[in-house]
C-alpha cells in the first residue's frame, strides 16, 4: 500500500476507480456510501439512535442495510471500467489477474489488521469482516469477469441464489434438523450458515454463534457483486444515456419487486445475505445509480452539493481505515462525568451533545459530527492530491 501525489485510476482497493471517462455519477454514489456508512457505524448512542439508522434485528431491513450491498454493487460496476480501460491499454488478462491477487491480499490484510484493534489477544481475533468479504467478492467477481462470458456470469449468478436458497431453506441442519420443519425457517441459531461458521471460522465470531460476514453467505455477497458487473457492461455500452438511465430504472423497480416476492419464501435478511436481499438490495442500488446518472450524467447537475461526496470517493479506503481508527481511539481512552468513569465515546456524548435534545436526535448529532470530523483528513488529503492505493 501506498499514497500517491497523483491521481491513480486504481486508486481505490475497496472501489477500484472507474476510467476511460469518468461517471461523475458512480464518484457520487461511491462517496454518498461511504458518508453514510460512518453515519451509521458511529452512533453518539446506539440504543437511542433512530431506526434508520440502526440494522433490522433479524428478519425486514432499514436503510442502514442498504449500504453494504452498496459498496459490493459499486465495486463490479467499478471493476468493468478499470480492468475495460486497462485492457485497451495492452495489458494482458494474466497480468490483472495477478494485480487482482495482490489487491485482494492486501484489502483483507487491512481488514484483519482492524480486527486486531479490537481484539484482547490472538484467540480473540475476528477472521471474518467487511473488508475480508469486499476482498472475497472482488476477487472472485474480477475473476468471472475475465474468464467468462456475460452468459456465463449470468449462470453463475443464477446458480449462487438459486443454490444458497436450497441449502438454507431445504437442507437439514446437523444437529437441529429440517428448516421449516423441525426448527423454524432461518432461525438466527440453528441455520446452516450460522452451523458452518461454528464449525469453519477460526477466532472470535461477531455475534458469538455466528457472524454476519461468515463463510456460506459470502456466496450470495457474490452475486451482489456480478449485479454490479453487469451494470458497468450496460453502461459502458454504446446505447442513448437516456436509454440507459430508463433500463437502470425499470431493471432496479424489478429487482426490488422480485425481492419482496422471494422475500415471503426466503425472507430478505441482511445477516444471513438471503437471496432474496440480493435481489432487492442490487433493485435499490440500481435505482439510486439511475437517478445519480440522470442528475449529474446526463443533466450535468453538479455543484457544491456533490463535492463532499466526491472527496469521500476518492480516498474510500483512506476514509473507511480513518474512521475505524478513530473510533477505536475514542473508545479507548476513559474518564469521569458525574461520578462516573465512561470510555470515551460515551464521555463525548454524554458531555457534549446529551444536555442539547432528546437522545435520539442527540446520538444523530454526534454521528454527524464524527462524519465531519473524518472528512477533515480526506479533505486535506483530497487538497494535496493524495490517494491512497495499493
Not at 342 to 360: E, I, K, M, V, W
Amino acid at each position: 500500500m501506498s499514497a500517491s501525489s497523483e491521481p491513480a485510476r486504481n486508486a481505490l482497493p475497496i472501489l477500484p476507480a472507474v476510467t476511460g471517462g469518468r461517471l461523475a455519477s458512480l464518484d457520487l454514489f461511491r462517496g454518498a456510501t461511504i458518508a453514510a456508512m460512518i453515519l451509521v457505524n458511529i452512533p453518539g448512542n446506539e440504543d437511542a439512535a433512530y431506526w434508520p439508522l440502526k440494522h433490522a434485528e433479524w428478519n425486514g431491513w432499514t436503510p442502514t442495510d442498504l449500504i453494504f450491498p452498496f459498496f459490493l454493487f459499486i465495486v463490479g460496476v467499478s471493476l468493468v471500467f478499470s480492468f475495460a480501460s486497462r485492457l485497451k491499454r495492452g495489458d494482458s488478462r494474466t497480468a490483472l489477474l495477478l494485480h487482482t491477487f495482490r489487491r485482494s491480499a492486501i484489502i483483507a490484510a487491512i481488514g484483519l489488521g482492524l480486527n486486531a484493534l479490537f481484539a484482547m489477544d490472538f484467540r480473540m481475533l475476528r477472521i471474518p469482516g467487511v473488508l475480508q468479504r469486499i476482498a472475497l467478492c472482488y476477487l472472485v467477481a474480477a475473476i468471472l469477469f475475465l474468464c467468462l462470458g456475460r452468459q456465463g456470469r449470468a449462470m453463475v449468478a443464477g446458480a449462487l441464489l438459486l443454490g444458497y436458497w436450497i441449502l438454507m431453506c431445504f437442507v437439514p441442519v446437523p444437529g437441529f434438523g429440517l428448516p421449516g420443519r423441525d426448527v423454524p425457517l432461518l432461525h438466527p441459531d440453528w441455520n446452516l450458515a450460522a452451523y458452518l461458521d461454528r464449525k469453519l471460522v477460526i477466532g472470535q465470531l461477531y455475534e458469538g454463534t455466528r457472524d454476519p460476514e461468515g463463510l456460506l453467505s459470502t456466496l450470495p455477497a457474490i452475486a451482489t457483486t456480478l449485479l454490479g458487473v453487469f451494470t458497468g457492461e450496460w453502461l459502458r455500452s454504446k446505447n442513448s444515456p437516456q436509454k440507459k438511465a430508463a433500463w437502470m430504472l425499470i431493471s432496479g423497480l424489478a429487482g426490488l419487486a422480485l425481492g419482496c416476492v422471494w422475500g415471503v419464501w426466503f425472507p430478505i435478511n441482511k445477516k444471513l445475505w438471503t437471496s432474496s436481499y440480493v435481489l432487492f438490495t442490487g433493485g435499490f442500488a440500481l435505482v439510486c445509480l439511475a437517478v445519480c446518472y440522470w442528475a449529474n450524467d446526463i443533466r450535468n447537475w453538479r455543484g457544491a452539493w456533490t463535492k463532499p461526496f466526491v472527496i469521500f470517493g476518492a480516498n474510500a479506503i483512506a476514509a473507511y481505515m480513518i474512521h475505524i481508527i478513530l473510533a477505536v481511539c475514542i473508545y479507548s481512552f476513559h474518564a469521569q462525568l458525574d461520578g462516573r468513569t465512561l470510555n470515551g465515546q460515551d464521555y463525548l456524548f454524554q458531555r457534549f451533545f446529551a444536555p442539547l435534545t432528546g437522545p435520539s436526535f442527540a446520538s444523530l448529532l454526534y454521528s454527524v459530527a464524527f462524519v465531519l470530523v473524518c472528512f477533515l483528513p480526506i479533505w486535506l488529503m483530497y487538497r494535496k492530491r493524495i490517494f491512497l492505493k495499493v
